[in-house]
């Protein structure tokens, strides 16, 4: 059997390399049932053609194996992770460089952080923290369609409930934890343009989802959302909890000002919030918990210190005053806006021209030392194929629910690589 390279998963998490040469392809084979499970939700093939055919690479062609030791180390490094969020100390830090709306302080947690890992040499590496990170529904979806193939190895991390229940027991909770009586009775998922978003489809599945749960569900723009009779109103409906997927992270348009005066009056709940991107997915976050005089400046232990500092992607925060080291280093670093999501505005250092670093210098960008995505070997259209892999912890209260892989081909995950997208996670011993 043809040896993997170093670089591969095998390596990466000492999975059989058995497995691995021959990943399960029960991934592509998922269309009849899944068509099956949506029509079960009432999907009269809307949001499987969506899914399915006009967006082809949103969902991969096979699965991914990963070790059990190889998760664990994941999860010791998120748990880490949160108990230093956790403390004052780094919240005082952190929020010195947040906008102000990141300081009021609402009780609900926030749903849905995603922990982003590649699995480069022997160790997991955690390269970003999400606060709205899409796809958990799709991927439980997925999980559910591929259930009579290696259930046994599924990662799903919940024992008693259906993963769409631990989703809408999150919910009730942001709900509950608000100190909020009543039953939750209205949500409004909340994008811009959202008939426009890639991510559509997931926003009809939590409709669904929801209204199953006798939560009535609208799906709006900010701008339809409007702020009288201290209430959130769309039309004349009042809004209980808002469901969040923009990625205007502190509310700042004009759009968004009725959703803005409702939540720092605390007349809506909102999840996730501004103090949750604030806490954990500005990536000048990184470079505090990736530099160990910070960490030891915070009172952070020494055990959780030595866990930060093997399992996160050193990063750095972008000064002109370094543009001579930056740039002769540039081909081990990957530069990243602080503020930036889904990969935008984001550039591996090899592909870096003069006149794009030039913009990094004077804008707020943090540069991480790059770390190589394994890769899995899948064959598309006869042809073999490297596809890199990262994997996202979805993680509520410090617990991760679901651990998911993404496969692509080129700089970032990106959902335009034919035979890549989500991926099933299944764990092997190790």
């Given at each position: ?183 939750l009775q209205v949500i409004a998922i909340v994008d811009i343009d959202p008939a426009s978003q890639y991510m559509l489809p997931e926003f009809l599945l939590f409709k669904k989802l929801f209204e199953h749960h006798d939560i009535h569900t609208v799906i709006c723009d900010p701008s339809e959302l409007t ?204």
């Amino acid at each position: 059997m043809k040896e993997q390279q170093p670089s591969t998963i095998v390596k990466a998490c000492k999975v059989c390399a058995e497995q691995l040469d021959q990943p399960c392809q029960c991934a592509g084979q998922y269309h009849q049932t899944l068509r099956e499970l949506l029509s079960q939700q009432g999907d009269d093939g809307s949001i499987y053609d969506m899914i399915v055919n006009e967006r082809p690479n949103l969902l991969a062609k096979a699965g991914v194996f990963v070790s059990k030791k190889c998760l664990q180390k994941q999860r010791d490094i998120i748990q880490a992770i949160e108990t230093v969020i956790a403390m004052p100390a780094y919240q005082q830090r952190v929020l010195a460089y947040a906008p102000a709306v990141g300081h009021y302080q609402p009780l609900a947690l926030g749903v849905f952080f995603g922990y982003d890992f590649h699995l480069e040499g022997v160790e997991p590496k955690l390269i970003e923290i999400n606060s709205n990170a899409g796809g958990a529904l799709i991927n439980a979806l997925l999980v559910r369609s591929q259930q009579q193939c290696c259930s046994a190895l599924l990662a799903i991390d919940n024992e008693e409930n259906t993963l769409e229940q631990t989703f809408v027991n999150m919910f009730l909770e942001e709900w509950k934890v608000e100190g909020k009586t009543k039953a939750l009775q209205v949500i409004a998922i909340v994008d811009i343009d959202p008939a426009s978003q890639y991510m559509l489809p997931e926003f009809l599945l939590f409709k669904k989802l929801f209204e199953h749960h006798d939560i009535h569900t609208v799906i709006c723009d900010p701008s339809e959302l409007t702020y009288h009779d201290n209430a959130l109103w769309h039309g004349q409906l009042r809004i209980d909890l808002v469901y969040n997927r923009l990625t205007d992270f502190a509310l700042n348009l004009a759009s968004k000002q009725a959703l803005l005066t409702a939540y720092l009056a605390a007349e809506v709940v909102l999840t996730p919030h501004p103090r949750a991107h604030a806490l954990y997915a500005d990536k000048r976050n990184l470079v505090v918990l990736s530099d160990e005089a910070e960490l030891i400046a915070l009172g952070v232990e020494a055990k959780t210190r030595a866990i930060l500092l093997s399992g996160i992607a050193h990063t750095t925060q972008v000064k002109p005053s370094d543009a001579d080291a930056l740039w002769a280093s540039r081909k081990l670093l990957f530069f990243k806006p602080a503020k930036g999501y889904g990969s935008k505005a984001a550039y591996r250092g090899d592909k870096l021209t003069k006149r794009v670093f030039s913009e990094i210098l004077n804008a707020n960008y943090v540069a991480q030392i790059l770390v190589q995505p394994s890769q899995l070997m899948l064959e598309i259209d006869h042809e073999l194929m490297a596809f890199k892999v990262d994997l996202r912890h979805y993680v509520y209260n410090a617990h991760t629910q679901l651990v998911s892989a993404r496969l692509y081909q080129g700089q970032t995950t990106n959902f335009r690589s034919p035979g890549g997208g989500f991926a099933v996670v299944r764990v092997v011993a190790d």
